[in-house]
């Protein structure tokens, strides 16, 4: 394992030709062009991802037996052919760092939006939003609070021990879009194709080895039939449950707290019983406006990015759109917020604002009619006939909310940071367009910007065509070599998960998978950003492209190039003069 990350300093020569050596540099000047583009089209760097897939177009584009004839033949013995393999290992090592230079040139800006379906702003008249950590983003203190509140609550009306009170909240322990075991207590994540991602799956706070996983589920694949739900919940003998909004990550700390208390000290419990409890207690805190309450007391705490989502909701108003809030969070608590956020006069901005709707029930049961709410809280009882603005709306449901504003179809953008309760129904039933929250992003594309994850990115690519390409040298001293390149793979995705997440990785991949939250992600939301200060960085008439990635059966293409490959750099430049 020496040869682990050793310096990237090796040319692919028997697996690439000199005219993809040549296409490279052209690629180069490509994106050398872009950066020289106004300000404004930075948002439209390339990530790196779509950079570094250029080592793996690279060695696909050469003819399979022509690289295998030309590397190592058939006669070879075998001292002679592991020399060879070396020797292209090597080589490859020096091509891969001379593709490198380009990478760092062309970051993504943490505050791009991203598209999973073509977008029109300009075809946009009604925006919606959801409150919490859509409008409101929250500090990391707010999850401590949680934490405790909850545990003191399972301590105090569920009569767990007290030692539990030793326990504190882990603010880097788990990530949003694991999914539960209720019935074997492990958190894990599940891949877009129900695999589970070995080396992610705890009990407690503690890893459980891979070989016990794959006893327990009988290999790595999680039926169907026992995952969560529709909404990501354990329901209707699902036995798993899906975390999927950031409110969540207090409740899966402090699950694996518990669990670790009883493990330690052997304790027999029943699994599905711990679940419910700590369920129960999470919901207590925010059902008895517990949460609410101690945020109100110390707004300034708690709450941050006021000014930039003031400054989307100015932007938006000043372009005469039509805005409204739907929240479950009760009036006094948003009212708190966006006073902080807004001023005192935010619902000047809002032409509907509805709280306490009790989303995603909100999308599909008729059943529920709207209630108006006075400013101090005091629940009238007439019947609503329509959604006036400077008015407070609750409950309700969106087939009313349909009927009484005619504000329907793709002309409607709204805004939630849950993928299923905010964004699943309206996309998949209504056909409002959906805009994801994702704070994680700004993180992990920072991290995918540094010149580590680069460099190991760009040797993992290659190295992995490197080993599928020489796997078909079958005798044992070309085995052994390639065995140990699929151990220096394996150390080097492990690594590369933990510049994320220690326990549990990137957010939005297991290895090279998507997640299964980044699979409902693509298919819930046009587009998805950090935050929604990122609309700042756009005018109203943008129109959002997804990126045209190559499906597997398909040959690579590169965008910034025409079909005939001459460069586009120029015709950018040349709108940039006019």
Request: proline share 4%; charged share 25%.
């Amino acid at each position: 394992m020496s040869r682990v990350m050793a310096s990237l300093s090796s040319p692919m020569s028997y697996l690439l030709r000199q005219d993809c050596l040549r296409t490279a540099t052209v690629f180069c000047h490509v994106f050398h062009g872009l950066r020289r583009r106004t300000s404004r089209s930075r948002l439209w760097k390339r990530d790196f991802g779509a950079v570094v897939q250029g080592v793996g177009q690279l060695l696909s584009r050469q003819p399979r037996a022509k690289n295998y004839a030309s590397v190592c033949s058939s006669s070879a013995d075998g001292p002679d052919l592991t020399d060879r393999l070396w020797s292209v290992y090597k080589d490859t090592k020096r091509e891969t760092e001379d593709l490198i230079p380009v990478i760092p040139t062309n970051s993504v800006s943490p505050d791009t939006i991203f598209a999973n379906n073509e977008m029109r702003l300009r075809d946009i008249e009604i925006y919606g939003f959801d409150y919490d950590y859509t409008l409101a983003f929250y500090s990391r203190h707010l999850h401590t609070l949680i934490f405790n509140i909850a545990r003191d609550i399972l301590i105090t009306k569920h009569r767990y021990p007290e030692d539990l009170r030793k326990y504190e909240y882990i603010p880097n322990f788990a990530v949003r879009g694991l999914h539960y075991d209720v019935q074997k207590a492990l958190l894990m994540k599940i891949d877009a194709f129900h695999y589970i991602q070995l080396g992610t799956v705890y009990r407690g706070l503690h890893p459980v080895p891979d070989e016990e996983v794959i006893a327990m589920y009988e290999g790595s694949h999680v039926p169907l039939e026992i995952m969560s739900d529709f909404y990501g919940k354990s329901s209707h003998g699902h036995t798993m449950k899906q975390f999927m909004d950031i409110f969540s990550l207090p409740e899966m700390t402090l699950l694996s707290c518990v669990n670790d208390f009883f493990m330690r000290h052997n304790i027999d419990y029943e699994p599905v019983h711990l679940y419910k409890d700590v369920k129960e207690a999470i919901r207590d805190v925010h059902v008895k406006g517990i949460m609410y309450r101690a945020v109100e007391a110390d707004i300034e705490k708690y709450i941050c990015y006021g000014e930039q989502s003031h400054a989307v909701l100015k932007k938006l108003s000043e372009h005469g759109k039509k805005m409204f809030l739907i929240t479950n969070s009760p009036f006094d608590f948003v009212d708190r917020g966006m006073s902080y956020i807004v001023g005192k006069d935010w619902m000047d901005l809002f032409d509907v604002v509805i709280v306490q709707a009790d989303k995603p029930s909100f999308f599909n049961d008729r059943r529920k009619p709207f209630r108006r709410v006075t400013d101090k809280g005091a629940l009238l009882w007439d019947r609503i006939h329509r959604l006036d603005k400077g008015n407070i709306y609750k409950q309700g449901n969106l087939y009313e909310f349909l009927r009484l504003t005619g504000w329907r179809g793709s002309k409607v953008l709204y805004f939630g940071d849950h993928i299923y309760s905010d964004l699943a129904d309206l996309t998949l039933k209504h056909g409002w367009r959906t805009g994801a929250i994702i704070p994680e992003l700004r993180k992990e594309i920072k991290i995918m910007n540094t010149e580590q994850y680069m460099h190991m990115m760009a040797w993992l690519q290659a190295l992995t065509r490197l080993i599928e390409q020489m796997q078909v040298h079958r005798d044992p001293a070309s085995q052994a070599v390639v065995e140990e390149w699929s151990q220096e793979r394996a150390a080097i995705r492990a690594q590369m998960k933990d510049i994320f997440n220690c326990q549990f990785g990137s957010l939005f991949r297991t290895h090279h998978n998507p997640t299964y939250f980044s699979r409902r992600l693509s298919r819930f939301a046009d587009i998805y950003m950090a935050s929604i200060s990122c609309l700042l960085n756009y005018d109203l008439q943008h129109t959002f492209f997804p990126r045209r990635t190559p499906l597997q059966h398909e040959a690579p293409f590169w965008p910034e190039h025409s079909p005939g490959g001459v460069s586009i750099s120029s015709h950018f430049n040349r709108i940039d003069m006019d």
